[in-house]
């Protein structure tokens, strides 16, 4: 896992200087080595967290001849059977690295090579006869990869705040980047938060070249329709997913040449793949999780549990709300987007014990919830469907006390509750039935915005997630569409980034997906729907594959997602003196996008009951402004700290064809 | 659908019942799977736990709802 960052010139010759100072601003995510390469026309960078080959494996690379040079993000876990058929082929290596897989893939297989890695990456090739950049990100958008198109030429980074770099680059909120943040919690790429700053779409490569720039799928999220699924027996199925998910599993945790370790959270996902990894690999297993002292979002017991069971070597961090206040501007400056939630900043404390425990590498669960089927939002979809078939049955309102045990503890609130929530725009011809509630309530943040950037949201051109929807869609089982809407907006864009990559690198830890596996992905995503959620037992093929190393209490417990205390962080006595001056009157006015009197009241509220008990959407708002706000001051205002330049140690690669030619044979 | 793989979700769904729940809730549950199952709409009295506790009620109900009746 590293850190990659590039220029491309359309003049002279790109700056030496600026491609360091990008690369300076990576160097959370490389620590142990750094290296560039420039010719007249590109330059690539790179800050490398050594993990396969770490004595070979430093980047920029090339190929036999120089002619083609990669900076690489992430890793190709199928990288040795590939150089094996690519060996094959002719090609001959210098190292036993992923990296120089990805140079010999392109020249032997072209773009057709990113169908064939089975990994989490963010790739820049350059080839110097063509002159040609090609741009490429994984699957679903594990390894993030921006890209700002100047006037004069083309700058790419793994993190906004290295393309920030160039004191050219506009400095500014994108009006719809904010929309689709205060809508789907994240900007749905290629969107940003800032203005002309682009994120290349998971599953897409990019060409950038005489013949201009240019992007292409090299793979989408489909399914089958509905009743025309391939595999219909669940025996079979069981074991097909189990065989994946193992060798999924196995995989990242063997292909690595420093000790891998893994997270525990209590719940199903991260339990089946540490038991995997105690089961079918020899290497003794340390794990890691979070924990939290206020009991409603605590999952030690399970932890203990777990880890008892597979005999891990196992440690936890406690997290308290006044410690997420005071990391959340550090979290900022990571995830460079606003967040709607608190829960990125545990992870921060995680990912912190990780590295200092020594570990670089985690394996979790993450995924497993879009790709089989395990949030709410899915079980709430099926009662709203089931619902929309006749509104005015009693029977079928009484569906919304299945999803919630609170819900059958208070009988008496569940009608106007369920009513008011669930029963919103009960179309059943809507391809976004699934998300219409989480859409709504989010949206009401909207309300607080400032009349400026509501002028400039209306204005503008939106983009409907909905209408982009593929065709053939409509085919689909429901729950087939809502996993299509969770992948493309939530997974990609808070899941992996902000809760993701970014909570991870902050500290130089990689994440390791086996849910995210391409086979388990292509697999799950083949299979009936209600292979995956039975009636409203969500993740029912995964609770019967791993009944046997995952212990009942474990299966059964209702699905918790994770949280952490959001607005109770920010209002408690102890709260850090940053919080107020950043949501003063005038800071909110300077930054724009709220209204001042707004804020003030909602600010009013949170002193008054310490955020305790506030509702979700006002927990939302308190998280949305003050994550606007840090974004706004770290790296829009003037002076903003996230763009702090770091000395890197000399470069392992130091290619500088501008001033010697001879520097590559 | 196959009438095999019908039985064998029906036979799944036994494992999964829960006997500790309200039976009229757990009839709302049966026929939120029996409708995704089979994509029928069940009247208001066949979500009934008389009619959803046993696999030949069931399947008399569906017979009749594929027919029409």
Redesign the interface.
């Known amino acids: 896992m590293c850190g990659v960052c590039g220029i491309v010139s359309y003049g002279g010759p790109p700056d030496l200087a600026l491609l360091r100072r990008m690369m300076g601003r990576l160097a959370h995510r490389g620590p142990d080595g750094n290296g560039y390469y420039r010719d007249r026309r590109a330059a690539l960078g790179h800050t490398r967290l050594a993990i396969i080959d770490t004595s070979g494996g430093a980047q920029p690379l090339c190929n036999e001849d120089g002619t083609v040079w990669v900076t690489f993000n992430g890793e190709i876990f199928n990288y040795v059977e590939l150089g094996e058929e690519l060996r094959n082929c002719g090609h001959s290596f210098r190292t036993a690295s992923d990296t120089e897989v990805i140079v010999h893939a392109w020249e032997e297989w072209g773009k057709e090579c990113f169908s064939r890695f089975n990994g989490q990456w963010a790739i820049a090739l350059w080839d110097r006869r063509a002159e040609r950049l090609v741009l490429s990100r994984d699957r679903l958008g594990v390894r993030p990869l921006f890209f700002a198109r100047v006037s004069t030429g083309l700058l790419f980074a793994s993190e906004v705040k290295s393309i920030f770099a160039d004191p050219s680059v506009e400095r500014a909120f994108d009006p719809v980047g904010l929309d689709q943040t205060l809508t789907y919690w994240s900007p749905v790429a290629p969107r940003t938060v800032f203005r002309g700053i682009e994120q290349l779409e998971p599953g897409h490569y990019a060409v950038l070249d005489r013949d201009g720039f240019r992007k292409a799928p090299y793979w989408r999220i489909t399914f089958p329709e509905r ?1 025309r699924e391939p595999m ?3 025996r079979e199925n069981v074991d097909a997913l189990r065989e994946r998910i193992i060798e999924a599993t196995r995989l990242r945790f063997v292909r690595s040449d420093v000790p891998v370790g893994a997270y525990l959270s209590g719940g199903l996902d991260s339990s089946v793949t540490a038991a995997v990894i105690a089961h079918y690999t020899s290497v003794p297993l340390h794990t890691f999780s979070l924990r939290f002292s206020d009991g409603e979002f605590d999952e030690g017991q399970y932890q203990k549990k777990m880890s008892a069971l597979l005999g891990t070597e196992h440690q936890d961090i406690m997290v308290n709300p006044s410690d997420i206040a005071a990391v959340f501007p550090e979290a900022v400056r990571h995830t460079e987007t606003p967040i709607l939630r608190a829960a990125p900043a545990p992870l921060f404390l995680l990912s912190k014990l990780v590295r200092e425990n020594g570990y670089k590498v985690v394996v979790t669960g993450e995924g497993a919830d879009e790709v089989l089927a395990g949030y709410d939002i899915f079980r709430e979809a ?2 709203r469907l ?1 619902w929309s ?2 509104p005015e ?1 009693a ?2 309102a ?2 919304a ?2 999803l919630y045990p609170w819900m ?1 503890r208070s009988p008496g609130q569940v009608p106007a509750f369920a009513r008011s929530f669930f029963g919103r725009h009960l179309d059943p011809g809507d391809p976004a039935l699934s998300h219409r509630p989480r859409w709504d309530s989010t949206s009401v943040i909207k309300s607080m915005l400032s009349g400026g950037l509501r002028d400039r949201i209306s204005r503008a051109e939106t983009e409907d997630v909905v209408a982009a929807m593929p065709p053939g869609s409509e085919d689909w089982d429901p729950l087939s569409r809502g996993q299509w809407l969770e992948m493309t907006t939530l997974l990609a864009g808070y899941i992996l980034a902000s809760q993701g990559d970014r909570m991870l690198m902050a500290n130089s830890v990689e994440g390791r997906f086996p849910f995210l596996d391409r086979d388990v992905v292509d697999f799950a995503d083949a299979l009936p ?2 292979h995956k959620l ?4 969500e993740k029912y093929l995964l609770k019967r594959a791993f009944a046997d190393l995952v212990p009942k209490e474990i299966i059964q417990r209702p699905k918790q997602p994770y949280r952490a205390p959001d607005a109770a962080s920010f209002f408690a006595e102890d709260r850090p003196a940053w919080f107020d001056e950043l949501m003063s009157k005038r800071a909110i006015a300077a930054a724009g996008v709220f209204e001042p009197s707004a804020v003030a009241g909602l600010m009013a509220k949170g002193r008054r009951t310490g955020g305790e008990n506030m509702s979700n959407t006002d927990n939302m708002r308190v998280l949305a402004i003050v994550s606007t706000q840090l974004t706004y001051e770290t790296f829009i205002a003037e002076g903003g700290s996230g763009e702090l330049d770091q000395a890197l140690p000399d470069p392992s690669v130091a290619v500088d064809l501008v001033t010697d030619d001879r520097s590559v044979q | ?2 009438p095999e ?1 019908i039985e ?2 029906f036979r ?2 036994g494992a ?1 019942r829960r006997t500790d ?2 039976p ?2 757990e ?7 029996l ?3 089979l994509e029928v ?1 069940l009247p ?1 009295a066949g ?1 009934d736990p008389a009619v959803l506790a046993d696999a030949s009620a069931v399947a008399a109900l569906v017979a009749r709802l594929w027919r029409g009746v």
């Open positions: 009743g219909q027996d669940v099926r009662v089931f078939r006749d049955s029977k079928r009484r569906a006390e299945l059958a729907a209600r039975f009636g409203l037992e | 659908m196959n793989i064998q979700a799944d769904y999964l729940t309200d009229e809730l009839a709302v549950r049966a026929a939120i799977l409708e995704d199952l709409t208001d979500i």
